[in-house]
C-alpha cells in the first residue's frame, strides 16, 4: 500500500483535501472552493494569489508540516520578489507545488469575498462582491483561414479561461478595440461586469497587459440640501476619496415641495433642476479622481441614493406626480442605467449605475439605502430608523416586520426657517448649556473646542465671529431652556417675570430668549424667538407623529431602540432630542447615531451585488405607510406639539432629567397655539 | 347523454375542436393555437381578430354550418360597423360565441404570421414574426395605499395580460410614461421588442389608447457606392417606401481600399467618413418617412447590410486592420444597437438597429444578407451567386456545404475605370448589338425604348444626347465585339484592315471601336478602347477564379445554376455575361438575377426575427475562402484573362452562339499581356 497524498489545509476557512505531489497550491484551492484571488489566471504575473504557509506541528489539524512541504522557490517566484517584492513568508499559489501534508493560511488581501471592517457592530457585514471583476487573457490573434472578429476572439478566450460566458459589449468598447489588443500584443485584461440581475455580462473597459490594481466605484448620496460622494476601490472597499457639494437645486427651491412647485409653475423647470443636478454630479467625480489622484476613466461604476423627488429630477423625469395624491412613482423599481444618461462626463464612458429601489412615493432610495446599511430585518429587537433631514425617512421593525414612512419635518432641523438659524459653518453656535438656577447659557461654536465662558474664547473667536446657530444647536437651546425652565410644555417663552432672567427679552407680543449678544463688537444679537420654538415644534411633532404611525401599525407603545441616520442625526445629542420629544422615549444608551446611514448603504450596493438583490427583496416586502393619508397622524401630530409630548410618557427621560414644570401661559391672547393645557400628563 | 359541444373548424389551418356554447370564436382559436391577431386583447376594440365564418354543408369536414352557428351581431361589432366598417362578411371573433357547429376562416391579414408574397419561388418564403409587436393594456391607476410606479404597473399588465415578462424600459422612455399613461386615461398600446437573443423584452414605444396601424422598420442596404432602403410596415410586411442616395463617403475614395487608404493618410478620416455616412443615413430615414407620410418616431427597428469596411465605418471602428492582412474584423457577430448609436436623428429614439453578421474579413453582412435572401443552404442544385458591385461577393453551395469569398472586382463594371464610362443614368448606353457582318453597332440609352437605328430616336435622344456608357452597356459592347469578330479571345481589338470595319481606330499603338460619335451634334466621341478592354478583363478574371477557387474548394468544375444579385446583376443579359467569361458556364435559362438580394435580405431579417438566428447559425457553417491567400487564385485569374477563358470549356454557350476564331496578335509589342495564344482550347 502506497502513502497516500499529501494533506493540505486552508486557513481560516478550514477546507482540507488530498491532492498529488505537485498540484499548485492555487489548483488545490481552486478544487476546494477556497476563496483565493487571481486576476492573471494562474500566469504568475499577477500578485493576487500570495499565500502564507505554515511550518511546524498542527495538533488541530493532526499535521506536521516539513520544510520541504512546498516546492523551493521558482524563477518565476524570485523574478516577482526582485522586480515588486514578495512579503516575508509569502507564495505564489500558482507557482508553489504541494510536495507533502502542508498548512496554507490566505491572508485576507488575497481573497477575493474580502469583509470590509464596519465600526458598529449591529450592522450589516460588507464583503466585497463587485459587479465588475479584472480578469487577464491571452487572446487568439486573427487567422485568415478562419476568420472571426477580434470581440469573438476575446469573448472565446474570457469564456474559456475565466467561464465568462455570453459576453456584450457596447460601440465605444468596439471603437477601441482593435489598439488595446494589438497594445497588448494579444494579452490583456479586461473589466467585466456582471450584476445580480442574471443580464449578460457586459465589457466595460480593455487594458493593454495586465492592470492589476485601481479599478474604481462612486457612491453618491443625492441630498435635497447636499450631494456626497464616496471614491471607493472596488477590490479593497477602501474610501480613497470622500466629498460633498451643495445641491445647486437649492437656488429653485430649498425643500422638495418648493423644487415641485417651481415644475408646475414653470414649464422646463423640471429640465433646469435636471441639469443643475446632473451637472453637479459630473463635477463632483471628477473632484473625487483629482483628490485621490486616479484616471477618471478607471471609475466604472456608481450607486445612487436619494428621495423620490431627487431621483425623478436626476432621471429627467417630471417629478410633478410626486407633489399631489397619489403621489406616483414613475419606477419604483432599482435601476442599472448607463452612467452616461444621467450625463456623467469625466468617468469611464462605460460605466454602469446602480439605483437603489424607492419604497414608496414618499419614501425613496435613500430610506431603501438606510434599511439596507442598518438592517432593521435582520434585528432582534424592535428598532426605530430615523433619517433626519429636509424629508425625515423612518423604519420601524424588527425579523418578523419592517414598516417605512416619510414626514415632512420641512428644513427647521437645518436651522433653516430659525431666526438666527444657518448653516453648519465655522461660527455657528453647536452646543449650548443652560445653567438652571442663573439662566445664564454657555456656548460651543463650530470650529472651537472652548465654550464661550473659557477664558481663551473671546480672543479666539474674533477669528470666525459668532454667526448664529446650526441645526444641532437650536435642539441643544430649546431643550436647555426647557430644562432650565425658560421654556414650558407648551413651548412658551416666559417673560423676564416669570423667568427671572433678564435674557428674556420681549419680542412683540412673545419673548425671546438671548444666546450671545454680539452687537458691541458689531456682530448679531442671536436669540431664540417664539417664532423659532414653533418652527421646531412643527419639525418635531411630524417626525413623532410619523414614528407613532408605524408604533400602531405595529401594534406596539414603545421601541426598543432608537437609530439616528443621516449627517444631522450624528451631532443630535439623544438626551436633547428627546427632551423636545423628537423620539420615542428608550433608555438614552440605546440612542444611537448611525451617521451617513444612506451613504453607506450606497457604498454597501456599489461593493456587493448580493446586497442589491438583498435590498430589492427587503423593500418588496416592506410596509408602506403614507402619513399624509392616514387619520391617525393629525391626532398625533397635534399631540406630539408639547415638549417632549402632550400624552405619552416618557419614563426613562424621566430617570435621568427632572423637567421644571412652569407654565407661561397667561390665559392672554393667541401665543400659545396648542391648547390651554398647563402641565404634562403622566 | 347529452349532445356533445359544437365542433369548430378553423381553416386554412384545419385546426378543429368542441368548445361549450357561447365561447367566443377568439377564445377558441387561442386554445387551439391557431394563428389568429388581437392587439386589444379581446376587448371588442381593435380590428385585427376578424374571421369569415362559412355557413352551408362541408362535407370535406362533415359538419354542417347553420345560419344561427354564431351568436348575432352584438353591440360592440354593431359600434364597430358603424364607425369603422366591418367587411362583408366578417366576424369579430372576440364578440361571436359559438351556437352551433362552425367553419370559420381567418383571412390572410387577420394571421400574426402573415406571409409575405415573393416573386421568385426559389427564395426563402418572408412569414411576418417582427421583434417589434403592440400590445394594448389596461394599467392599474396608482394606489397610495399599495405604492408602486407607474412603469411597474404597466409592466404587470403586459404581464398579466399578453405574456410579457420581464419587461425593461430606457430613461427616455421612463421620462414620457406618466404623460402617456395618463392622457390615455391608463389604457395605452406598448411597441414591445423582443428579438431571437432571448435578451429581456423592451418597453420601445408608448401610445395613449389604442394604436392600430402603423409601425415601421427601415432595411437599409449600404453600398460603397449606393445607400438604398425599404421603408417596410412592421405588421404587413409591405413596402411603404424605397429610396437610394449616393454613400457621401465617395468623395474619400470610389472603392474600398482607396478609403482605406484614406483613413491610413489622414489621422481623423475615420471619423469624416463615420459622420458621413451617418449622416446620410438619417437623411434617407427621414425622407422615407415624408415619401410615405409617416410620423418617424412610428420607425421602431432598422436592420442594415454593408460589406466589412462600411460596416467598420458606419460603426465607427477604425478599417485599416481590413486593408492589410491577415484582414481582421473588430467584430463578426450580428450586432443589436440602439439606432440612435448611429445617429440616427428622426426616428423613434428607441429604435433599435439590428446588424447582419460579416462572414470574413472581406465578405460582409451583405454576403451575409444575400445568403438569406436566396438561401443557398435549402438548395438541392449547386448553385453560384454572385452579387456584383464594386467588390464581388461569391456563394457556392447547396443542401450540404456553403462557401463563400469575395474579390476585389473594382469599380470597372460599374462604369468606372472606362474611358467613356458613366453611371447608370438617362443618356448612357446600355444596351448594344453589332452586326456580324456589317460590323455596324446599335444601341439604347438609358430613358428611352427605341433603338439607335429606329427612326424617331435622333430628335428624341435630344433631350439626354448620348452621354457615355453605363455598366451593363460596356459589357453587352464588349461581348458584341467578340460576337462580331471585332475583338478576339485574348481581348485584342483589331485594326480596320484586320476587321474590316471603319470603326476601328487607332488609338496610339493600339486601337478602339467606335460605338457612337456624337460631335457633328457637340456630344462625345464614344469608343471602346483597349484600355477598356483590359480594365474589364481584370475585373471579370477576379470574379471568374474567385468562383473557381470555391468550385475547387467543393471538387466540382461545373455548377447547376447561377444567380446574379445586386442592382447591376438585374442589368447583366446573361448570354453577354458568358460570351466574356464572367460567369462559369452552365445553360442560359440556369442564370437568374435576383435583384438587390442583399436588400431583400436585410428586409427578411426586418420582417422575422427567426430569420435573423437563421442567418447567424448560417453565417457560423459557412467555409471562408480568402482570395488574397489562396495560392490557386492567381493561376485562375490569369487563365480567365481570355475571353472567354483560356482553358475552361464553355459547352453551354458553345450551343447558343458561336464565337469567331480570330486573332489581332501580330507578334508586336505587347498590347496582349495575356500570352500569346491564338485560340480558345476546348
Known sequence: MTDPDPLV????????????????????ARQLGVDLDSVCGGRGICSKCQVTPAYGDFPKHGV??????????????????????????????????????????????SQVHRQVIRKRAETRALTMNPATRLHYVEVAEPDMHDPSGDFERLAAALEAQWGVTGLTVDLSMLAALQG??????????????????????????????????????????????????HLTDLETGEVRAASGLMNPQIRFGEDLMSRVSYVM?????????????????SDLAAELARDAGIDPALIVEATLVCNPVMHHLALGIDPTELGQAPFALTTSSALSLPASDLGFAAINPRARLYILPCIAGHVGADAAAVALSEAPEKSEDLVLIIDVGTNAEILLGNTSRVLACSSPTGPAFEGAQISSGQRAAPGAIEKVEIDPVTKEPRFRVIGMKRWSDDPGFAPRVVATGVTGICGSGIIEALAEMRMAGIMDASGLIGSAEQTGSARCIPDGRTHAYVLHDGRAEGGPLITVTQGDVRAIQLAKSALYAGARLL?????????????????????ISAKHAMVLGMIPDVPLERVTSAGNAAGTGARIALCDIAARAAIEGNVARITKIETAIAPAFQAHFVAANALPHASDPFPELAKVVQLPDVSFNTGGSGADGSGRRRRRRG
Not at 409653475?265 to 454630479?281: I, K, Y
Open 265 to 281: 409653475m414653470n414649464p422646463g423647470g423640471d429640465t433646469e433642476m435636471t441639469n443643475a443636478v446632473r451637472g453637479a454630479l
Open 551 to 571: 408604533m400602531d401599525e405595529m401594534g406596539v407603545d414603545r421601541v426598543d431602540r432608537v437609530v439616528l441616520a443621516g449627517a444631522f442625526g450624528a451631532h
Open 9 to 28: 489545509i486552508f486557513t481560516p476557512s478550514g477546507k482540507r483535501g488530498r491532492f498529488p505531489v505537485g498540484t499548485p497550491v492555487l489548483t488545490a
Open 180 to 229: 488595446v489588443l494589438r497594445k497588448g500584443n494579444w494579452r490583456v485584461t479586461a473589466a467585466v461586469y456582471r450584476d445580480h440581475t442574471g443580464a449578460a455580462p457586459r465589457l466595460l473597459h480593455l487594458f493593454p497587459g495586465l492592470h492589476e490594481d485601481g479599478f474604481y466605484g462612486l457612491a453618491i448620496d443625492l441630498g435635497s440640501t447636499t450631494i456626497a460622494a
Open 64 to 109: 506536521h508540516v516539513t520544510d520541504t512541504a512546498l516546492s523551493p522557490w521558482n524563477s518565476v517566484e524570485e523574478r516577482y520578489d526582485s522586480t515588486r517584492g514578495l512579503p516575508e513568508g509569502r507564495r505564489l499559489s500558482c507557482q508553489a507545488q504541494v510536495q507533502g501534508d502542508v498548512v496554507i493560511d490566505v491572508p485576507a488581501e
